[in-house]
Each structure stands twice: as C-alpha cells, then as structure tokens.
C-alpha cells in the first residue's frame, strides 16, 4: 500500500472516511492503458462507501465525481455526456485508499438495508446496469438476454426479474451461468448459443465486439441491444442484416445523479443483493487480478475499514 497524504476538502467538497470500495473491470483499463491515462498517479476505485468526517454520515461516491452543470447536455438532464465532467478513480483520486474526498453534490445516502460491503458494488455495476436496462428499452414480461455476467450483470438480472422479465443468460463460464441460473434466468447458454426465443432486447457487458454482434444476431427485429461497456476491443465488420428491420444499436455512458438515485431506491425496495467476494485494502492487487483472470463470480470488494 502506497502512502499518502490526507487529501483536503475544499469549498463545497467533504472528507470520506472509506468503509468499502468495489472492484470494477475499468480499474483494470485505467491500470492496462486501454483507459487513456488522465491524472498519474491516480488513486483508484469508483464504488466507494464511507462516513462523512464531523458528521458520521452513511454516504456513496460513485463513477461520476462532478459535471460543469452549465452545458446544453448538463441543462437537458444528461450530465453522463458532460466534456467537464470529472470521474472517480480516473480523473480524480478513487476510494482504494482509507480517505477520499469528493464534491458534496455528487454523493448518495445509502439504504440502511444494506452492508458497506453489499451497497458498494451497487455504485457502478448496479448503477450502469440499470441505466443500460433502461436503454434498451426492454418492458415487463418481455424477453432480455444478458451478454456476459459478472457484476454489473448479476445486479440487473435482479432488476428484470422485479420488472417482470424472462432473461436469458449468455456467459464464458460455467460458474457465471450457475450463477445466472440462481438468480432467475430461463436460460444459460455461451456467447454465440441461440436463445429459447428471440430477444426483445440485449445488453452487453463483456469488453468483447464480437459479442455485440452476437447479441445482435440473437436479437428479434424492432429491438435494441445495449453496449455497456467504457472499451471494446474492437467492433468487426458485420452484415447489415442483422441491424436491419429496426435494430438498435446503443453505446451507455456512464450515468447521471438521477439514475443513480433511481436505483438505489430501487435496490433497497427489490431488495437487491450482491454476491460479493472480500479482499482487504493491501489485497487490493490481488482483487484485481482475480478480475482479470474471470476468478471472480458476483463482485469484488475492498473491505476498507475491516482489512
Ligand atoms: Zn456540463
Ligand atoms: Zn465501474
């Protein structure tokens, strides 16, 4: 563990005592370079669950760290696409650390109903997840496939279910679609397996093109697949037939304060629960490792103030 020294809140900006961090695959891009590098070095971790200092009180930080709140996408309610927009662990220092500081309009009570540990995965993975569910369009009692299924994916498995969904589950490893399977999916299958029934809509959420195609292939005309993903490999070449008769195609990018409150309702209410594995803060490499090597089914977390 690297030291060092106590940030220091500034006007408008609070002290975070950090309880519990979630790991996120973009920590891992930010590490590779797949993330252009913003600020070096950089503190990572955007899923940070901590107290106020002076207060005690229960607070999330999460992805987005602060928005101009001035431009035309600011004023429309798409702070997400903002050119100042600032984000945790990537453009200013995250919650892998025991102290964190951020803008104190850009973090969320929490619901007492969960854990630091529980809530902190809900930060990004639950909040992306359902921005992307959104964005797809899917509806109660319609048809959702799910491309890949780590963290982000096994929250918002939990999210369709609430909503009335059938969900089909297309994962890389057996675990992954045990996992699916638990949590209410009708079906488990690989990337390019055909589903029961064509999709009313898709998200992805492997860092994969490929998989974005076949997603693609697999869902029924009129409906929209979801790309819930900050890098993709690369996107290959495809026939225009699978877009064609009104497929979509949609990229999300991050998420605005009011999915993120959104959700959190949402969570507490389902209730939502993450199937977390546990590291301590000087485990931090090891976490992220386990990510890469796809060790990892449900989320990883930093037990910050336990490690
Ligand atoms: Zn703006
Ligand atoms: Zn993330």
Redesign the pocket.
């Known amino acids: 563990m690297r030291s060092v020294v106590d940030p220091e809140p500034g006007d408008g900006r609070l002290l975070i005592d950090v309880s519990a961090c979630g790991v996120c695959r973009t920590d891992l891009q930010i590490m590779s370079g797949d993330l252009e590098m913003r600020r070096s070095p950089v503190v990572l971790g955007h899923q940070v669950v901590g107290r106020v200092s002076g207060t005690g009180e229960r607070v999330g930080l999460a992805w987005l760290a602060g928005?101009?709140?001035?431009?035309?996408?600011?004023?429309s309610g798409r702070?997400n696409?903002?050119?100042?927009?600032e984000f945790t662990g990537w453009t200013v220092d995250g919650g892998y650390a025991e102290r964190v500081v951020a803008r104190s309009d850009f973090v969320y009570p929490l619901p007492d109903v969960l854990s630091d540990v529980e809530a902190a995965p809900l930060l990004c993975a639950g909040i992306i997840g359902y921005r992307s569910l959104r964005i797809s369009g899917i509806g109660p009692g319609q048809v959702l496939g799910l491309f890949g299924f780590g963290s982000s994916a096994h929250l918002a498995i939990q999210v369709a279910r609430h909503w009335g969904c059938q969900v089909a589950v297309f994962a890389r490893s057996a675990a992954e679609r045990e996992l699916g399977l638990q949590l209410g999916a009708v079906w488990a299958g690989g990337y390019d397996d055909q589903p029961p029934v064509p999709l009313d809509a898709a998200v992805t959420f492997a860092p994969v093109g490929s998989v974005v195609v076949s997603a693609l292939a697999a869902t029924a005309p009129g409906g929209t697949v979801a790309i819930n993903a900050i890098h993709l490999d690369r996107m290959p070449e495809f026939s225009y037939d699978l877009l064609w008769r009104e497929r979509s195609l949609r990229s999300v990018a991050n998420f605005t304060r009011q999915d993120a409150r959104e959700f959190l309702e949402l969570a507490a209410a389902i209730p939502i629960r993450a199937e977390t594995t546990v590291f301590s803060l000087d485990d931090a490499p090891e976490a992220l490792a386990q990510l890469e090597a796809g060790a990892i089914c449900g989320s990883a977390v930093l037990d910050v103030a336990g490690g």
């Open positions: 928005a101009c709140g001035h431009c035309t996408y600011c004023l702070e696409l903002c050119e100042l927009a």
